[in-house]
């Protein structure tokens, strides 16, 4: 069993994925998810998901469960780089994702859980309105949601 | 027939073989030249159904193999299992209905996801599904 790196980024955590999910690196993910959120008090969760071939009805459940998971620790989630061949295939298996947000890319992931933050704690975002950005310059290579050849 | 076009068979007893069957499945649709969203769909459909072998049938096989017919190149998959079988057919074909804890699309959402689809189930018996997909 592979286990998914999870990293730290401002005020967010993210999560990778860069290897071929089998269910017990699934299961593994939502505790270590769990874990992290509540040790490190991050207020979001972006799942980038552009290395990933196939999402089926196991996998795209766990991003539902993620979702529910860290709400209730006080942290939203993002789920970004579907592929379209991954998008075009979840709908006609009949996975709507309700409930998940997504976004295109990193970058703009990182824009919305800013943002919901900021709606959710007011008082924070004043203090600190740069919580979520990436200190470690342009992040635009990491972001990019090209799909491999 | 060439070497290729011998059929690959694995079996089905862990959560690490449904990942080596997506592998073994793409490899096949990629030898088919099929196109990046009808691999997806194929590979997706077979990760469906190696989970339901496993979890409902205890474990199982596949066999995977490329075919032509008229001129159009295609994979087959056939996953078999000696479990219990599936009492009401219908009602497991029904998109959201579950017997367990999944999302009931494993069986309805598979078969929108190929071109052929066949399911031959008997109580006490077992389960084989077989899967088409053909190149456009």
């Known amino acids: 069993m592979d286990r998914v790196p999870l990293l730290s980024l401002g005020d967010a955590l993210l999560v990778s994925i860069q290897v071929d999910l089998d269910d017990e690196t699934v299961l593994a993910l939502q505790e270590d998810l769990a874990e992290r959120i509540v040790s490190s008090g991050a207020r979001g969760v972006v799942i980038d998901i552009s290395g990933v071939e196939i999402v089926d009805s196991f996998i795209g459940r766990m991003f539902g469960s993620i979702a529910a998971l860290s709400r209730v620790l006080d942290a939203e989630t993002v789920v970004v780089g579907m592929r379209p061949a991954v998008a075009i295939t979840l709908v006609e298996l009949g996975l709507s994702l309700n409930g998940v947000r997504t976004a295109l890319n990193v970058e703009r992931g990182l824009t919305i859980l800013r943002k919901l933050t900021a709606e959710r704690h007011p008082r924070d975002a004043e203090d600190d309105d740069v919580a979520f950005d990436d200190h470690g310059g342009d992040g635009g290579e990491v972001m990019a949601a090209q799909p491999r050849a | ?136």
């Open chain 2, 1 to 136: 027939m060439t070497a290729a076009d011998s059929p690959d068979e694995l079996v089905i007893s862990s959560g690490d073989d449904v990942v080596r069957v997506r592998q073994l499945v793409r490899n096949r649709a990629q030898a088919a030249k099929l196109s990046l969203v009808d691999q997806t769909k194929l590979v997706t459909a077979a990760s469906e159904l190696a989970r339901n072998t496993l979890i409902h049938g205890g474990s199982g096989r596949v066999l995977v193999e490329n075919l032509t017919r008229n001129g159009r190149a295609g994979v087959r998959a056939v996953f078999s299992d000696d479990g219990p079988g599936i009492p009401d057919l219908q009602l497991a074909m029904t998109d959201g209905w579950t017997s367990g804890s999944g999302l009931g699309l494993g069986l309805s959402g598979s078969k929108r996801l190929v071109d052929e689809f066949d399911i031959d189930t008997e109580v006490g018996r077992g389960t084989t599904v077989t899967v088409v997909k053909w190149t456009r």
